[in-house]
Every structure is written in C-alpha cells, then in structure tokens.
C-alpha cells in the first residue's frame, strides 16, 4: 500500500522530473557522502561547500552564495490565504489559484538534470507531543545539508509520519537563481509552502521561518498554542534554581548573544534551549511551556566574538556531530578560516571577501557580507541545557520583549499585568538591519518580533495573545528591555553583552519577589538598588536616563503607533486601543 508520503513524492517527481531522487536518512555516513559530493559539485558557477582549516573549525565548510541571493525577500513572500483579510495588512497576499498556477509554472520540468533530495524532518524531540511532520522537497544539496544541521532528519521522521497524511509539505528549487523568478507562497490552510528562485535559509530551509513561523503561527491560531521568533534559556541562580525566560528580539539585537550568555555574576549561569523559534503550549498545571522546534543555530557571524559571544565561539569550534556551514563570510588566506567584522580587532592582511574577489578596503565595503551566516548544530553548544529534548518543553516564568532603539524605551521595565505586557509588545518599533533586503536603520514596527512572520491577520495574533493569557493559570511576567540607547554625542549608554545578565538578575528577583520597583507611565522601573551595578564604571546620570520616561520622545512615537493600529482596523482588539488611549493621556 503507498503512503501519503510516498505519494507525495511520486507526485513531485514526475512534476519536477528530477534525473534522480534521493531520500535523506539523516545518518552520519550519508552527511560525509553529501558534503564530499558538495565540494566537487558547481551550482550557478560557484563550487557549494570549500573544506575550512580543520585544525581551527573542525568539520567545517564554506559556501558561497549568489550576491543577489543573500537576504530574506520580504516583498517576494506571500501568505496565500482565501481572503486578503486573513493573511492581514502585514503580510503581502495573493489569491491561492492565482499563487499555485504562477508556481506551477516555474516548478514544472525545474529539476531535470538535477537530484530530487527528499527530506522527511521533524521539527520538535520525536516524542514531544507538540512536534511536527514534515516533508521538503529540494534541489540543493546546500539546502538539504542545512536542513540536515537545522532539524531532525531521516529515519526518526518518517517512521513517525507513517502512513499518516498529517505532514508539511515544503516543495523548493533554486531554479535559476532570478530575482525576477523569485517567490516564497505560503498556504497556511494546506500546510505547504513553494519557495523558488532562492537558495538563502530564511527563503529555502522551509522548516525555518516558513513553516516554523508563518506555517506554525496559524497552526498555533487554530489549534490553541503560539509559535513565535524567540529564544528560549534557563538562567541559573547562585542557590541552583533555574528560572526559564523567552525572549524576542529582531535580528541584529543581540538575541543570539542573549540565548548563549555568559553572566557577570558568580554563581549564575545561562543555560541554552533556543535561539530564535519558541513553541509555546499551556500544559496540564496551567503553566506556559516552551520548547525549540529546531536543532540548530543560523546565526549571523558579523560581530560575533571572544569578546561578544564566546559560548557561540565554542560552538562554532566544537563540531562532534554536524558539519558546520560559513556561509557569505570573507576567508582568511593565511589560514583558510572563515573571517568577518568584528571578529579580531586586526582585520588579517590577506582577505577574500564574500563575492570571492580579494579584499580591497579602499572601496569601502566589507569583507563579510552584513548578513553573512553560520549553521552549526545545537548539541555542540557547551551550554545546552539539560531540558532541550524534554518532550513537555520548559516552564517560561519571564518573557522578554526588545528593539534597537536609541531613544524613547528605557533600558527595562516591567508590564504591570498580561494586557499591558501584549500592549508593549505590540507597538514595538525597532531600526532595520541587513536580515532583511531593503533600507537599513529606519524604525518600523515590528510587533513581538513577528511582523515578517506571522501567518495571518495581525489583529487576530493580538486577539491570539489575550486568548492565550486567560487560560493561563499562571502568567508569566512580561519585561521589555532596549540594550541600544544612545546619548548625546552618539555613543551607547549601556555596555551590553555580558552586563546584560544584571537586568536579568533583576528580572529573577521580580519575578521570586525579592525585589522591590518604581511606578511609572509605562511600567515598573528598578528602583535605586534594584540593578546590582558591582564593578560596572557606569554614572548614577546615566542610569538615571536609561531608567526615565521621556514624555517627549513618547508624544513623538504616539504618531507612528496610531498609525499601525490603523492598518489593522476593527481587528485591533478592544483591550489594546484602550490602553493605547491611557498612554496617550499620560504622556500630554
């Protein structure tokens, strides 16, 4: 008898009629097979992967990709819901029949000449009642190594498939690399995404943002739970106990760093679960669980350092059970180690920059792209806690909102209740960066760090928020934080990185009750020894800006909310207009 998943890939190939189809296992032997056919295989004129300095980054790989091809293309991303009301004004939508006939097109006939890999996955631990089947489809022998780093491939997946048809279905291709020929479809009521013309993880690796996400956070609206791009840690105290925080941040502010933190204090300790996707689900006590769908980090390289990020560094260097991808990044020659800003304080005087040309610093541009990537598994991370497979996920006593922003939103503060906490982290705006194509620096609004994810009708995400926080029995507290506040003369005010975890020990004490705070407009401020500053050279005028309402700065941000709200409008629930309003009045 054929399977559904064995139907699905008859169907595939004698569309895409590939010269070849190829079902990964997930075993180790069938990596070293794939990464060796990688390095001698040439895809739109570059070789795939180029072996690394195997004394430096064991198990190590470089790929370089297309210049056009190095970011997600929000504006070439759609959500193909039956109504445009559905997929809301935050996403880009277009008619389902019209979606599928424009794919079929580019799809029909994409793989001859090619291999068809097959890659049955799970995103979740195999016994986790809260995991996901899933099938990709691809071209890529790129694509189907990541995948292979970034989820739970082979074997395992396809026995808990089954004869199931409750799987995703992710179809890919390169094709032809075209920006003009470039579209990721997304069709949340069939549980499939066609992502073609890009080879770039956020648009190919479909568990990823595609289905992790947009896919999951309407699985998440119609089934009672929330998928959402954030990390997951446990924070350790100096008497054992561990209390597990979410947090969501945009990329580029710090959220890697965050999940991979060493703390300043004796005693502390960060314990690893996620770095960027949370599934969160109400268990049997009432509490909020959370656990990672995915199995590894991609993670942007520039900036990461000794200095910035060591337990990633470690990470990085620590490959006993994955081979480990650079992507994008430039090449010291010297050494043929991956190199990128930030990096080193001396940038090494014999550079290939990422398009593959030697360095020439004279023209202005980096070496390493802004963007440029790395795909390590997570079970190399030295810090990864205990708790990662636990099929019930952890117990979240603290969520954590942020942006990058260098005025108006202090350092932290604490939501007074559930409502105020989702009100805060709706109206979040934070400065653009190089993850997504597009200008870089303007503030947008980036609601829980979900705007470019979020599967459906962002009015109804809201609504998803409260639901979700009424059947709670216990509610965690909800923080928001900015890491990126500027004076005067342009300069940080906050140190960051490692000084972080002090806010977080603060976050821990609020949330045991050990530690008193101060009312505000907008929350609940440290009160004057609520931060433990101990051999931080850091001025009382300072905190006192890091930690004040500046009503100014907020009549100026007033504006730019209302103007979001808008967007959504009778969608906006009833509760967040409200509090909106009571902001509003505050601030005159």
Same mark, same amino acid.
């Given at each position: ?55 430096? &980054? ?25 109504? %445009? ?22 799809? /029909? !006939? ?31 022998? &790129? ?10 491939? !082979?074997?395992?997946?396809?026995? /808990?498939?089954? #004869? ?161 991808? @650079?992507?994008?990044?430039?090449? $010291? ?16 005087? #014999? ?49 954590? @909102? ?10 932290? &503060?604490?939501?007074?209740?559930? $409502? ?25 609004? #980036? ?66 009750? /050990? ?9 609940? @401020? ?51 207009? %409200? ?6 009045? /505050?601030?005159?």
């Amino acid at each position: 008898m054929t399977t559904p998943m064995e139907k699905f890939i008859k169907e595939m190939e004698d569309f895409l009629c590939p010269s070849k189809v190829y079902v990964m296992d997930g075993s180790d032997e069938e990596a070293k097979k794939l990464t060796k056919e990688a390095q001698a295989m040439q895809v739109d004129g570059r070789i795939v992967l180029k072996e690394l300095n195997q004394k430096e &980054y064991p198990n190590s790989y470089y790929h370089r990709s297309n210049p056009n091809d190095v970011a997600r293309t929000e504006h070439l991303t759609f959500v193909c819901s039956p109504t %445009k009301e559905q997929a809301g004004p935050n996403n880009n939508w277009l008619d389902p029949k019209e979606a599928k006939t424009k794919m079929d097109a580019l799809f /029909k !006939g994409s793989m001859k000449g090619r291999t068809m890999f097959v890659i049955p996955f799970l995103m979740g631990a195999p016994k986790s009642p809260y995991s996901k089947n899933c099938v990709q489809i691809t071209d890529s022998i &790129y694509v189907a190594l990541s995948m292979r780093i970034m989820t739970r491939v !082979g074997k395992q997946a396809i026995e /808990k498939i089954g #004869d199931s048809d409750d799987f995703f279905r992710g179809i890919h291709s390169i094709g032809d690399i075209n920006p003009g020929r470039r579209y990721i479809m997304h069709f949340p009521q069939d549980n499939m995404v066609m992502s073609f013309g890009s080879g770039y993880g956020g648009n190919a690796l479909l568990g990823k943002k595609c289905y992790s996400l947009r896919i999951g956070s309407y699985l998440g609206y119609q089934e009672g739970w929330l998928a959402e791009h954030m990390i997951i840690i446990g924070v350790e105290s100096h008497d054992g106990k561990i209390t597990y925080f979410l947090g969501a941040f945009p990329s580029a502010c710090g959220k890697t760093n965050l999940a991979l933190l060493e703390p300043v204090f004796k005693g502390y300790k960060v314990w690893t679960l996620g770095d960027d996707i949370a599934w969160l689900n109400i268990g049997q006590d009432g509490k909020l669980y959370a656990i990672n769908p995915e199995a590894g980090f991609f993670g942007v390289a520039p900036g990461t350092a000794d200095k910035t990020n060591p337990v990633m560094m470690r990470t990085l260097k620590n490959n006993k059970f994955f081979p480990t991808l @650079f992507t994008n990044t430039a090449i $010291d020659n010297s050494d043929n180690t991956p190199w990128w800003e930030g990096l080193s304080d001396k940038k090494p005087k #014999d550079l290939t920059d990422w398009q593959g040309e030697k360095f020439d610093e004279s023209k202005g541009s980096p070496a390493a792209h802004p963007n440029s990537r790395f795909t390590v598994s997570i079970y190399n991370c030295p810090t990864l806690s205990k708790e990662y497979d636990n099929p019930q996920g952890v117990p979240i006593s603290g969520i954590i @909102f942020g942006g990058r922003r260098k005025d108006t939103i202090p350092l932290v &503060y604490e939501c007074k209740d559930w $409502d105020s906490g989702v009100f805060a982290a709706s109206i979040i705006g934070s400065e653009t960066t190089a993850a997504a194509s597009g200008a870089q620096g303007a503030v947008r609004r #980036d609601p829980m760090a979900m705007l470019p994810f979020c599967g459906y009708n962002m009015g109804d995400y809201f609504q998803h928020w409260l639901d979700m926080g009424k059947k709670l029995k216990v509610q965690p507290k909800i923080f928001m934080v900015n890491w990126f506040r500027k004076d005067e003369n342009g300069t940080f005010m906050w140190p960051g990185f490692r000084d972080n975890s002090r806010v977080i020990k603060w976050m821990i004490d609020r949330i045991n009750g /050990k530690s008193a705070a101060k009312d505000s407009e907008i929350g609940l @401020f440290p009160d004057e020894n609520g931060l433990d500053l101990t051999g931080l050279n850091i001025s009382p005028e300072t905190m006192q800006k890091l930690l004040t309402v500046n009503k100014s700065e907020w009549q100026k941000e007033i504006p730019s909310i209302e103007e979001f709200y808008a967007k959504f409008g009778e969608k906006i629930p009833k509760e967040l207009t %409200k509090l909106l309003q009571t902001l509003k009045q /505050k601030m005159r």
